[in-house]
């Protein structure tokens, strides 16, 4: 190997490796822990797998450098911006309208024409996804990120409508299949469409504005932390997926916290009788073993507006976890109280809807608006007797009152009467104190808790959960 080239090849190296640092430090900054092994082993997947295809690398480098579900999501999607490189599609026909792009759409979809798929992505994108002066077709070219250019999956797929093509494409899809497996298999490619036409706007915007600027700020959130009162409906479907992983976490946790726990008090008779054969010197004290009674726990969720997400999942983890509990109960409100526990089986996936059913099949309601101070009236006339000595009640809702009367001596009768209480707010604690939440005023009466995003949700009640 001549000097230039071994000089050019140590170039590309240092460029790699510098390429796959920055990398690991975006994931670490997406929440994806990965450390100095797990990069030695990613370089080490780099020199074994090679280059040249990506989607065998980006497997490879997953299996290095993720350890939790709900994160590959995020890995590919920065993957793509530090290996992958956008290119410049074959312009579409002057002549060639919308409908045009559509029909050939829906060929390639019911063939199931990856390449094709993939070269439509970008064709749709350059004729329809750009904004600010960007997308006549000409190359890209460096702009500022103040100037508003860019390229949008959203404005594409807006003008494409792909899905009311959905029809087209199970009929091209033909074959002996049943119509509803040929309806799941074109909503799979739909999909795949669609990230394809995310993945090119991704890339192409960070030609126009840097790959660092985009990999903070274009790339979607993990599952895990995705806002409770901002989650779209695929967001809560994926986390609904989380629910028994994540209670076999916390159920681990607190098995192994108390094991840590069973040894309590010193047992003064028997450590003086021990005494005896050191001389009276109490060398080595004999403690008492504590008694582990499995406490009760008391949910009271919020079922009204935004924060259904939230209290849908956190009851599903609550019933995942009630192995860990003698008895777990369930209320649910709106501007009413009443018992959910008969709606969650344990055991049972959970099921998207669940807090619509709750709210047709029981008094949860009977105006529909929020009223946090009626509610707690109504646990405290019928159920009060739900909390006890043993009890952990939480609270889950972000104590917007609609400007009613919060009823503090109602929450003040319930933390009395319970051994732990808590409330879990799904709003960030900046906004504690804004419009109509009362959340600052119960949170002089009881402890209160952030808990945007699943993450924050595991931490909290990983730690709340009682020994």
């Known amino acids: 190997m001549t000097s230039l080239a071994r000089r050019s090849s140590e170039q590309r190296a240092d460029t790699m490796t510098d390429r796959l640092v920055e990398f690991v430090g975006l994931l670490r900054d997406h929440g994806i822990s990965a450390g100095p092994s797990e990069t030695i082993d990613a370089a080490q997947a780099m020199l074994a797998l090679g280059l040249v295809d990506r989607n065998r690398l980006r497997s490879g480098m997953a299996a290095c450098l993720l350890r939790r579900n709900g994160q590959r999501a ?8 530090y290996f992958l490189t956008a290119e410049q599609p074959t312009m579409p026909s002057a002549s060639e309208s919308i409908d045009d792009l559509r029909d050939r759409l829906v060929d390639a979809l019911a063939q199931d024409d990856r390449a094709a798929v993939t070269e439509l992505a970008r064709q749709a994108l350059t004729a329809l996804g750009g904004y600010g002066g960007v997308g006549t077709g000409e190359p890209s070219r460096p702009v500022t990120t103040a100037s ?9 797929m807006k ?10 494409i199970v009929a091209g899809i033909g074959g002996d299949l049943d119509t509803t497996v040929r309806t799941i298999e074109a909503d799979r490619r739909l999909r795949e469409f669609r990230t394809a036409v995310q993945t090119e706007a991704r890339l192409r915007s960070a030609q126009l504005r840097g790959t660092e600027y985009i990999a903070r ?6 599952t895990d932390q995705v806002d409770f009162l901002g989650a ?8 609904r997926r989380l629910v028994n992983p994540l209670a076999r976490k916390l159920a681990t946790r607190l098995a192994a916290r108390r094991r840590k726990a069973v040894r309590g008090q010193i047992d003064m008779r028997r450590t003086l009788r021990r005494s005896m054969a050191t001389g009276g010197v109490p060398i080595d004290p004999v403690l008492r073993a504590r008694k582990h009674g499995r406490p009760d726990l008391v949910v009271l969720a919020d079922l009204s507006g935004s924060v259904t997400g939230f209290a849908e999942f956190t009851l599903q983890l609550v019933q995942a976890l009630q192995d860990q509990f003698s008895k777990v109960r369930s209320f649910g409100f709106i501007d009413t109280c009443d018992e959910i526990t008969s709606h969650f089986t344990p055991g049972e996936p959970p099921t998207p809807g669940m807090a619509a059913r709750i709210i047709r099949d029981t008094n949860v309601a009977r105006f529909g608006s929020s009223n946090y101070g009626e509610a707690l009236q109504g646990f405290v006339d019928n159920y009060l007797d739900a909390l006890g000595p043993r009890t952990s009640l939480l609270i889950l809702g972000d104590a917007r009152t609609n ?12 933390s009395d009467r319970a051994k732990h ?4 707010n799904p709003e960030p604690a900046r906004s504690w104190s804004t419009g109509d939440s009362a959340a600052q005023v119960y949170a002089e009466r009881i402890t209160m808790h952030e808990c945007r995003n699943v993450k924050q949700l595991a931490e909290v009640v990983g730690r709340l959960l009682p020994a």
């Open 148 to 156: 508003g250019a860019g390229w949008s999956s959203y404005l594409t």
């Open 74 to 81: 995020v890995f590919d999607q920065l993957f793509d911006l």
């Open 403 to 414: 400007r009613t009367d919060p009823n503090l001596t109602a929450l003040q009768a319930m």
């Open 421 to 424: 209480a808590y409330w879990l």
């Open 232 to 239: 779209r409906e695929q967001d809560l479907a994926e986390m």
């Open 217 to 222: 700020r274009g790339v979607e959130s993990s």
């Open 159 to 168: 003008s494409l409508r792909p899905e009311e093509l959905i029809e087209r």
